[in-house]
């Protein structure tokens, strides 16, 4: 005579079906009541675009950019021009440049996307070119029509601390300006400078 291994293989295949059912819904709805317990929040957050995104918005357009970049803090600027196209994506929650210029003679192309993260309360900005081919980080906070930000990244094989502000000098203007330190903050070298013009 054979045993049973499971007690309730006797039962009819309905009651262990509604059995199995009734776990999984119960385990599933349990998940985001534990997750809030432990975060000290009751509510989850809210859907669609950040409020915060319309202090950005000034950059939607498509521009020209004058551009200035230094290598080395002894070296000449060196001039460049450039297209940009910024629109918003995801329903707002996101703003897309697409950038396009020339650097040291050859073709040069970037992608930036700027958020502002609700749980950390800043504005964060990536960015990733056909230089670097890495994906860069920032973050900060916009005050008085200017955007401030700053982050860490490797540049030729070097740890270096970026800063980078922006700000409106008109409807149809806005200034952007970089920095980086190779010696975690104790000196800066501004390498770049950009103006961008809205096209007519």
Known sequence: MR??????ESRPAWIRIFAVVTLTILSLSSVPVLAQDEAGQGEMPPMGPP???KEIAFMQGEWTVDMQVKMDPSADWQSYKGEA???PTLDGCMQRMDFASEFMGMPFKGIGLDTFNRETGQYESYWIDTMSAHMS???GDFEDG???MSGEDMQ??????TKAWGEKKGEDEVYWEMSLSPDQGKTWMTNMKMTYHRKK
Do not use: I
Request: positive net charge; aromatic residues 4%.
């Open 3 to 8: 045993l049973r291994t499971f007690a309730h």
């Open 51 to 53: 409020a915060q995104m």
């Open 85 to 87: 196209t910024v629109a």
């Open 137 to 139: 980080m920032m973050a």
């Open 146 to 148: 200017k955007l401030t």
């Open 156 to 161: 030729m094989g070097q740890h270096v601390l």
